[in-house]
């Protein structure tokens, strides 16, 4: 037994119990504050969740989402006979066109000239989306919030009618806005000066992928606190003389529809029109009583590094993997994936390996779809009308069919929801877009 010390005072009783009670008191406090932040809208690592809060669209199916959802639940094609000047000149003469259109309804005379078709698309969904969110961009906000899109061709139409007055018809001078209204960053800045969005605000230009890597830099944005509300999405409109005869040269075009993972597939068909939505901070979208639609829960992006136009199984599965490791996810959560799925043999057998080795056995109760089947292929703005198929899973209980389904392919051995919709509940959801140049991007969402 040790020498009491001089002037040492004995111990409490109790005292010991004491500080050891203090610090599972911290800690009990500790746990309550991470779980406040994960309900109120931070994650345990301290990013913040992120809310949609609004959803816009103009597409072949409709244009409003109202109408676009009732014709993915109707199965409802709206791939047709195309319409526009030189089409007889064309081997591919289908495509998911957006009839009857006519800028004056919904722009006047000085806004028609600097907006090229895409950029026209983009602002008329962007005002569905901003409307529905209830958002005023004004004081604060307007400084913390942004615009991210996706497109692959910017002002398509543009470059097609001054190349006719050049080379055509021989003409010396073409309009001086020709440049500002074919530039692919035309719509984000028109869309930031529409709201007054001074916060970041740019394009992304990845074929195929171009919507979801916008997305996902826009999810980024809001869940690091870089951003409150950012706008984003795509558009893309190259239904044009120029736009389709350069998509025959690939010989990848259906001449007839778009049958994806069907054993009779011949083809991807284009599409056009956008999808825009209202990526906002949770805390925020809870703070002033926002309808969230749907939580934006993980990202994934990545290169195949392999070939321009081959895609990579291993490449898209591990973009797959990514995306839920990103979003916490078990395989096992997941009930619905929007497939990329363009009706080709090389993208849907990839995909379908991918999806497959990427869930394993949890691949045979999966649902995966393509909705292409049904508005085309939009290219850049693809991922973004895809994405509302994904919130009208999660909110509604319904999964978009792939139409045009015709044979089994024992290649793509899946369950593709063939022909006509389904009524189920999913909790978590999947939107893959893999581009040609081997750029790959999958965006997560949960439901709320």
Same mark, same amino acid.
Request: aromatic fraction near 6%; charged fraction near 20%.
């Given at each position: 037994?040790? @020498?009491?010390?001089?002037?040492? /005072?004995?111990?409490?009783?109790?005292?010991?119990?004491?500080?050891?009670?203090?610090?599972?008191?911290? *800690?009990?406090?500790?746990?309550?504050?991470?779980?406040?932040?994960?309900?109120?809208?931070?994650?345990?690592?301290?990013?913040?969740?992120?809310? #949609?809060?609004?959803?816009?669209?103009?597409?072949?199916?409709?244009?409003?989402?109202?109408?676009?959802?009732?014709?993915?639940?109707?199965?409802?094609?709206?791939?047709?006979? +195309?319409?526009?000047?030189?089409?007889?000149?064309?081997?591919?003469? #289908?495509?998911?066109?957006?009839?009857?259109?006519?800028?004056?309804?919904?722009?006047?005379?000085?806004? #028609?000239?600097?907006?090229?078709? &895409?950029?026209?698309?983009?602002?008329? =969904?962007?005002?569905?989306?901003?409307?529905?969110?209830?958002?005023?961009?004004?004081?604060?906000? $307007?400084?913390?919030?942004?615009?991210?899109?996706?497109?692959?061709? $910017?002002?398509?139409?543009?470059?097609?009618?001054?190349?006719?007055?050049?080379?055509?018809?021989? /003409?010396?001078?073409?309009?001086? &806005?020709?440049?500002?209204?074919?530039?692919?960053?035309?719509?984000?800045?028109?869309?930031?000066?529409?709201?007054?969005?001074?916060?970041?605000? &740019?394009?992304? @230009?990845?074929?195929?992928?171009?919507?979801?890597?916008?997305?996902?830099?826009?999810?980024?944005?809001?869940?690091?606190?870089? @951003?409150?509300?950012?706008?984003?999405?795509?558009?893309?409109?190259?239904?044009? &003389?120029?736009?389709?005869?350069?998509?025959?040269?690939?010989?990848?075009?259906?001449?007839?529809?778009?049958?994806?993972?069907? =054993?009779?597939?011949?083809?991807?068909?284009?599409?056009?029109?956008?999808?825009?939505?209202?990526?906002?901070?949770?805390?925020? !979208?809870? =703070?002033?009583?926002?309808?969230?639609? =749907?939580?934006?829960?993980?990202?994934?992006?990545?290169?195949?590094?392999?070939?321009?136009?081959?895609?990579?199984?291993?490449?898209?599965?591990?973009?797959?993997?990514?995306?839920?490791?990103?979003?916490?996810?078990?395989?096992?959560?997941?009930?619905?994936?929007?497939?990329?799925?363009?009706?080709?043999?090389?993208?849907?057998?990839?995909?379908?390996?991918?999806? *497959?080795?990427?869930?394993?056995?949890?691949?045979?109760?999966?649902?995966?779809?393509?909705?292409?089947?049904?508005?085309?292929?939009? #290219?850049?703005?693809?991922?973004?009308?895809?994405?509302?198929?994904?919130?009208?899973? +999660?909110?509604?209980?319904?999964?978009?069919?792939?139409? $045009?389904?015709?044979?089994?392919?024992?290649?793509?051995?899946?369950?593709?929801?063939?022909?006509? *919709?389904?009524?189920?509940?999913?909790?978590?959801?999947?939107?893959? !877009?893999? @581009?040609?140049?081997? +750029?790959?991007?999958?965006?997560?969402?949960? /439901?709320?």
């Amino acid at each position: 037994m040790s @020498a009491k010390r001089k002037g040492e /005072k004995p111990a409490k009783s109790g005292a010991k119990t004491k500080k050891v009670t203090g610090k599972v008191k911290s *800690a009990t406090k500790a746990a309550r504050t991470l779980l406040g932040r994960v309900i109120m809208g931070r994650h345990a690592n301290g990013m913040r969740r992120v809310a #949609i809060t609004g959803m816009g669209t103009i597409n072949a199916l409709g244009r409003d989402v109202r109408s676009t959802f009732e014709a993915m639940r109707e199965g409802r094609c709206g791939i047709g006979p +195309l319409d526009f000047r030189d089409v007889d000149r064309l081997a591919v003469k #289908i495509g998911g066109q957006v009839r009857d259109w006519e800028p004056e309804t919904y722009f006047n005379r000085q806004q #028609i000239v600097l907006y090229d078709k &895409f950029t026209q698309f983009t602002l008329l =969904a962007a005002r569905e989306a901003v409307e529905q969110s209830g958002l005023v961009f004004e004081g604060e906000l $307007g400084l913390h919030s942004g615009v991210v899109l996706g497109t692959a061709a $910017g002002g398509m139409n543009t470059w097609d009618e001054n190349y006719r007055t050049v080379y055509e018809e021989g /003409k010396n001078r073409v309009h001086p &806005f020709v440049v500002p209204k074919l530039m692919n960053n035309a719509a984000c800045s028109h869309l930031s000066m529409e709201y007054g969005l001074l916060g970041p605000s &740019f394009t992304v @230009a990845t074929a195929c992928a171009s919507s979801n890597h916008a997305m996902g830099m826009a999810f980024n944005m809001v869940r690091s606190g870089a @951003a409150t509300v950012m706008l984003t999405g795509g558009s893309e409109a190259m239904l044009c &003389f120029g736009g389709v005869k350069a998509w025959e040269g690939l010989r990848v075009m259906s001449k007839d529809a778009c049958r994806p993972f069907s =054993a009779t597939r011949n083809g991807m068909v284009q599409g056009e029109g956008a999808g825009i939505f209202v990526f906002e901070d949770w805390e925020h !979208a809870v =703070a002033r009583g926002a309808d969230i639609l =749907a939580e934006v829960v993980g990202f994934s992006m990545s290169a195949d590094a392999q070939d321009i136009v081959m895609p990579s199984p291993q490449g898209a599965e591990r973009t797959i993997t990514n995306a839920m490791l990103d979003a916490h996810m078990r395989p096992e959560e997941v009930g619905y994936i929007n497939a990329h799925g363009t009706g080709t043999a090389a993208n849907d057998k990839t995909e379908c390996a991918a999806v *497959a080795h990427a869930f394993g056995h949890h691949a045979d109760r999966l649902m995966i779809s393509s909705t292409k089947s049904m508005h085309g292929h939009l #290219i850049g703005g693809t991922g973004a009308v895809e994405l509302l198929a994904c919130i009208m899973a +999660l909110r509604d209980g319904v999964i978009a069919p792939t139409i $045009g389904y015709e044979e089994p392919d024992p290649e793509c051995a899946l369950d593709v929801v063939p022909n006509e *919709a389904r009524e189920a509940k999913v909790d978590a959801v999947l939107s893959n !877009a893999f @581009a040609f140049g081997g +750029l790959n991007a999958v965006i997560a969402l949960r /439901k709320v």
